[in-house]
């Protein structure tokens, strides 16, 4: 497989769920090696945050990351789509501490690359290739990756989580995630929340536009959206899709197998940082088959 970028820039503009505020994003394309950078244009200076384990500063109820005291929250969808889609590089301007919520999921930002067109670039991707399972467990949760089953490189999932509301239980998902299955099982799922938890969130100037418009809401044993579910699981697909989004933050495809139960974004980033930390657990990887079938 080699690396991609997009054929042109895809701009945008939303409000961020958090902040509220009004955000205009340009995704632009970038050379081989590049990576994937964040840019906030709208403070002096670079203000360029290149995604790794560490620029993540904060992991509570959405993905934010941070370089020289300048942040970008919520990145873990569009991150999730780049990933899905296999963006290597890209520029991601902004002119706002947050990405547009968009309705909640990753479909959004699919459509949005999809419209500006992929291009394909003269070097490999760089996989990260799992060797040895790592593990970080705190209390009942878990998140792990492992070498794949089978000898396919790319990224299985294997997602569970709890609840006691009965409109979400019990729900578990287990596939491979590639381009098509992300689009048809994954890209579409909202994030989700509780009403109780987003008036507590609100009175501390969290949630500012979070509604039935960019999230599926729960009441009690209820969801409360008139339109219903996407899926009958879609909580648990969109723990999926938020699983792959903050794998992506690692600047690099992972070929292994993520399990993640009763995980979210602060055991994700645990997870990718012990990763980091333990370089005999996996090897940079380039998959001669996939590289012949891209030439
Ligand atoms: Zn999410």
């Known amino acids: 497989m080699l690396q991609h970028t997009l054929a042109g820039p ?3 503009a939303g409000v961020g769920v958090h902040s509220g505020r009004h955000v205009r994003v340009a995704i632009r394309p970038a050379p081989a090696g590049h990576g994937i950078v964040f840019v906030r244009g709208d403070l002096p200076g670079e203000n360029r945050i290149p995604i790794s384990a560490d620029a993540v500063v904060r992991t509570q109820l959405n993905t934010e990351i941070g370089a020289g005291g300048v942040t970008v929250s919520t990145v873990e969808h569009l991150l999730a789509a780049l990933s899905a889609l296999s963006v290597d590089n890209a520029v991601i301007e902004l002119d706002g501490p947050e990405l547009p919520i968009m309705d909640g999921s990753a479909a959004p930002f ?5 419209q500006a067109g992929r291009r394909t670039l ?3 991707r760089r996989y990260i290739e799992i060797l040895e399972t790592i593990e970080v467990v705190h209390g009942d949760k878990r998140a792990a990756l492992s070498p794949n089953v089978s000898a396919r490189p790319g990224l299985e999932v294997d997602f569970e989580i709890a609840f006691a509301s009965r409109a979400i239980g019990r729900q578990r998902i287990t596939l491979r995630v590639d381009e098509s299955s992300f689009r048809r099982e994954l890209a579409s799922a909202r994030t989700f929340g509780f009403v109780h938890e987003v008036e507590a969130l609100r009175a501390r100037g969290l949630a500012q536009a979070g509604g039935l418009e960019n999230a599926v809401v729960v ?3 209820r969801v409360l959206n ?13 723990k999926a899709l938020d699983a792959v989004g903050d794998l992506y933050i690692l600047g690099a495809p992972v070929s292994g197998r993520f399990e993640g139960r009763y995980a979210g974004h602060a055991m994700n980033n645990a997870l990718v940082r012990e990763l980091v930390a333990r370089p005999d657990a996996w090897r940079e990887r ?3 088959a996939d590289l012949a079938q891209a030439v």
């Open 10 to 12: 895809a701009v945008f």
């Open 110 to 114: 699919i459509k949005l690359i999809d």
């Open 122 to 124: 003269d070097a490999p």
């Open 219 to 221: 009441d009690g044993d």
């Open 226 to 238: 008139p339109e219903g579910l996407r899926f009958p699981d879609e909580f648990v697909r969109h």
């Open 286 to 288: 380039i998959f001669a």
